[in-house]
């Protein structure tokens, strides 16, 4: 199909054309992403602009609309445009040149997002410490001589994994009518106050079967709150650091491991009082709750989501807060239209059928499903959460002493968190799908070379070489599988069907597998993940950096078929060239970028929130 014959669609809010190349045989679909207000006549833009601010109570505002909406028609062209005045210019000059000066409310908002993901990693690790004392307690011992160590093990395992089931079963699905009912910010507060509550209720059990049912109770705290807190900071972020933004999730989860293990580390010796038993082990559970008690009372300091503001048809609310996370009123007007703009075209996928159903009955919407649950599906199956949640039990098995074992894990921890830094630049330079390819190998040699450390004779040398696998697994995760999978999947996919697949795909990450393997066994089972996972990625991910949350459309408009088969085609080409070093022919890209699209060129305006 040529270039003339490209495909329109209603008010020419996108422009779409597939171009056929012939490769080597191998047909491939150029996807070409336009700049949904090029093409417009000035006079019909200008009075669309005025229209729209009539229409949504914003009347007052006609001319910084027009404004707005010529800048966001050719983003480039804001120096010849006369209707724009010094400042503006000086504004929209600055943005190009100094991405990361960007107002302090948004940082501060990034700041609560990151807490909430500290509170998470807490969540999930002082779990570990506290294994070694509650399990004997309550008769759990898995080194008890009657026969019983097995099933010891698996209501272990039942324990600790209690919130992750609840994620998977329940938790994780009422993310949907919590943020239609709540806002991002509410279904925050709910949630933090959920994991306070449930945190200082683990620290007052007295048998097994109660702490299961507290920590079951947790994972309504864990679940909503891992589904939204990505999605909130997406949809307030630039759109060229937003990758970097919502990868803070991950970055400060890995801190709250450490701190978990910190906390395991700092009340490990504390005693008994009278009345009291497990005294050190309930303190380890209860301190997760602390940090939860300031999102509680921080949350609804930040400005709401302008995209949900304006999926309630709240326009003015959401222009106050792009106001608040913008530097300049040309900016929250330009964004606003914008983003306007693009959300029209989202009616034309919308059936009006159930929002689930549609997850996997419309093409683009089942492609960023496909591809959200692949990413948050490795996330869990290439071994790092059972490393966060039993590394204490696996140095134990290495011969390591219980403080030894404490302290290795909070190296883990450490490790996890550092190697997390480098990913905020490479996240939206590098990219999504590129971090993942170059670590998803890495991550299997080092897995295996944990598992064979195991067969090594009881010494120094097993303990330091599976302390060495585990701390270099974690150096390949932390930049790629750690902070990927909650920044695609808030970004993958449209706006009314957002919070139902952030439902399915953290879902899909809290199923959380019980190991039933020797430690060589387990390490090898997830080693193969890892390869799995390369061609995955490889066949089935789009990468998504540097385009807005609704360009992204276009993108997950080329069929699984075509991407796949350009992906194999490429791979040996990029085999020869970046890893033998040799000369070779450029491929076609699969995606052009027009005007100010892509990451070529100037990002496009309004694209992140």
Known sequence: MSEEKSIERKDSVYEYSKEVQ??????????????????????????????????????????????????????????????????????????????WDQPWELYYLVILCSLAAAVQGMDESVINGANLFFAPQFGLDQKATDGSAGRNQWLLGLVNSAPYLCCGVVACWLTAPL????????????????????????GVTNSWQHLFVARFVLGFGIGPKSATVPVYAAECAPPVIRGALVMMWQMWTAFGIMIGNVMDLAFYHVPDKPHIHGLNWRLMLGSAGVPALIIMSQVFFCPESPRWLMSKGRYDKAYESLLRLRHAPIQAARDLYYIHT???????????????????????NRRAALASTIV??????????????????????????????????????????????????TIDTFGRRNLLLT????????LLMTGFAFWIPEGKARLAVVALGIYLFGMAYSPGEGPVPFTYSAEAYPLYVRDIGMSLSTAVLW???????????????????????FFLILLFLPETKALSLEELDQV??????????????????NIKKYIFRMKVKDMPPLYEHEGAIGEKTYAPPGAGH
């Open 22 to 99: 012939h490769i080597d045989n191998v047909r491939n679909i150029n996807a070409k992403l336009a700049n949904p207000l090029s093409g417009i006549p000035h006079d019909k833009l200008m009075a669309n602009a005025a229209q729209f601010a009539e229409d949504h109570g914003l009347g007052h505002l006609k001319e910084e609309f027009k404004k707005g909406a010529l800048v966001a028609q050719d983003p480039t062209a804001f120096e010849s445009l006369p209707m724009l005045d010094d400042a503006d210019r000086n504004v929209l000059r600055r943005e190009l040149t100094h991405r």
């Open 179 to 202: 943020n239609a009912y709540l806002g991002r910010r509410g279904t925050i507060f709910v949630t933090a106050f959920v994991s306070f509550a449930s945190c200082i209720w683990q």
């Open 342 to 364: 693009l959300l029209e075209t989202e009616k034309e996928i919308t059936t009006g059928r159930n929002r689930f159903l549609e997850l996997f009955t419309v093409p683009r």
């Open 376 to 425: 948050m599906f490795l996330q869990q199956f290439c071994g790092v959460n059972v490393i966060a949640y039993y590394s204490s039990n696996i140095f134990a098995e290495a011969n390591f002493t219980e403080i030894q074992a404490l302290l290795a894990s909070w190296g883990f921890g450490m490790v996890n968190w550092l190697f997390a830094f480098p990913a905020v630049y």
């Open 439 to 446: 670590t998803f190998p890495l991550m299997a040699i080092f």
């Open 511 to 533: 199923f959380l597998l019980l190991g039933a393997f020797q430690p060589q066994g387990a390490f090898g089972w997830y080693a193969g993940w890892n390869i799995v996972g």
């Open 556 to 573: 997950f408009s080329v069929p699984t078929r075509t991407h796949a088969a350009y992906q194999l085609k490429a791979l040996p080409r």
